[in-house]
């Protein structure tokens, strides 16, 4: 029997999807790249945006006409709210969190009764906490041979405004970091090359278990001490933080060990100090100024990637303006700009959508100008350097690779081989075109790690 899986949204789903892989293999099930040939089909779906849950209203109603001419088991999990559970359960053979995916293979084996069955299957019950630690104890099937993504923490307790997340995946609960510091290590191990630490909110790592658990900073020291001792090349990141919990501890852990990646996202949100308050951010200006400034001057190298909202309920033109300036002054190479939708579940949904849609369009077309700008800037300062980069597989234009610098700066290059995808390369910068570099291959050695 064959499967088929598709992954909406963040670099979690992807990494639950790994697990899920697992689980669909052990029953002795075949990965297949295409749903036609597939017997079993399934979603993780992502609430953070209503395009990703329109997508899969529009795949299930697919999926369920095409069982008129073949046999289908369809199934569902990631990140639903209660209203969309309620619609998916009369969609959807198979809907279920993903602290229960040890149960999938029973509810596939015992399907033919109708989906709401599954509520009843053995595993219900148990302590979430306990649910979480087993879906983490999963080995991942790893959907990339150089790139993977380690869950250190699930959940949030941060109840943004905007957000749907504590209500879909639950309050904070950080992995054991003896598992997670084993995974990594594993993975520098098999020669995995961009290592990523996930969690919805990073570096409240631990704080579910302060005083018996290491906090955020000496897990990152931890694992930068851990990675020095393999002496094998690899860059390790993590996303998201929040602004809130993000200590000069952590930026000074970075700044100490070579493993650890000189990039940090750090989600602004909104460049206003009512609409922060409005979105329930707990955090001022002032104190994401001081991050910022931190990092300036500790890590001078690192790029600084942000998520902005636009025209969330209320904002008004000075505010956007206000927006503006903060983007001018941090100066960040990449921010992904999302226009405002109320999400069903979150707290803002009760809250009048006031900003017109053309307004939220024209402000997001704003910040990207700005964006540009700054990131222009700072990629025009690498012309002429040699970087090092990490190859991710061929460009989409004919006869050129492309590539991810420590930065993650995009970056493509013309090269005969095409074997070199999940190899570091010496490229020498040639020219930059706003957001993304274009380089060759150097035969100098590397001059600067930037950007
Ligand atoms: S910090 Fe805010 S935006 Fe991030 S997951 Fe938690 S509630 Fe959502």
Request: charged letters at 25%; glycine letters at 6%.
């Amino acid at each position: 029997m064959r499967y088929h899986l598709i992954t909406l949204g963040c670099q979690m789903n992807l990494s639950d999807g790994e697990r899920i892989h697992t689980v669909l293999k052990e029953m002795g099930l075949v990965q297949s790249d295409s749903e036609n040939d597939a017997q079993v089909v399934g979603i993780i779906a992502c609430s953070v945006r209503q395009k990703a849950i329109d997508k899969v209203y529009n795949q299930i109603a697919r999926w369920n006409k095409s069982k008129n001419h073949r046999n289908l088991i369809t199934f569902i999990s990631g990140c639903i709210l209660p209203d969309d559970r309620e619609r998916f359960l009369k969609l959807f053979d198979i809907v279920f969190p993903m602290s229960e995916v040890n149960d999938l293979p029973g509810m596939i084996t015992s399907f033919g009764v109708a989906t709401p069955a599954s509520l009843k299957l053995p595993g219900r019950g148990i302590p979430r906490n306990e649910q979480i630690f087993s879906l983490w104890n999963i080995q991942p099937d790893y959907q990339s041979t150089f790139e993977a993504f380690v869950p250190i923490q699930n959940g949030c307790d941060k109840f943004c405004t905007f957000c749907a997340v504590p209500y879909t995946r639950g309050r904070e609960v950080s992995r054991p970091s003896g598992d997670i510091i084993n995974q990594v290590k594993d993975l520098i191990q098999e020669g995995y090359k961009s290592i990523t630490l996930l969690g919805q909110n990073v570096n409240s790592y631990g704080l579910d278990k302060k005083g018996s658990e290491l906090n955020f900073a000496q897990l990152l020291r931890e694992i930068g001490q851990a990675a020095l001792q393999m002496d094998q090349m690899c860059w390790i990141y993590f996303t998201s933080p929040h602004p809130r919990d993000m200590s000069d501890e952590v930026i000074e852990a970075i700044a100490g060990y070579t493993h650890l990646a000189n990039q940090i996202h750090l989600p602004l949100q909104s460049g206003d100090e009512k609409l922060l308050v409005k979105m329930n951010r707990n955090h001022s200006m002032e104190k994401y100024r001081e991050i910022v400034h931190s990092i300036r001057e500790k890590l001078p190298n690192a790029t600084l990637f942000t998520d902005i909202i636009v025209g969330f309920t209320g904002e008004e033109e000075d505010q956007h303006q206000r927006t503006i300036e903060a983007m001018k002054e941090f100066r960040f190479n990449m921010a992904y700009v999302a226009q405002y939708s109320p999400r069903p579940g979150a707290a803002s949904y009760r809250w009048e959508d006031t900003v017109p849609k053309e307004v939220k369009k024209r402000r997001l077309f704003d910040l990207n100008e700005v964006l540009r700008e700054t990131a222009s800037e700072f990629n025009n300062l690498t012309i002429g350097k040699t970087l090092l980069v990490l190859v991710t597989g061929p460009d989409r234009k004919p006869g050129f690779l492309k590539g991810l610098t420590e930065g993650k700066i995009n970056i493509r290059f013309p090269a005969k081989r095409t074997d070199l995808a999940g190899t570091f390369v010496e490229l020498k910068v040639t020219s930059s075109n706003g957001l993304s570099l274009q380089g060759e291959m150097a035969t100098v050695k590397v001059t600067a790690l930037i950007p």
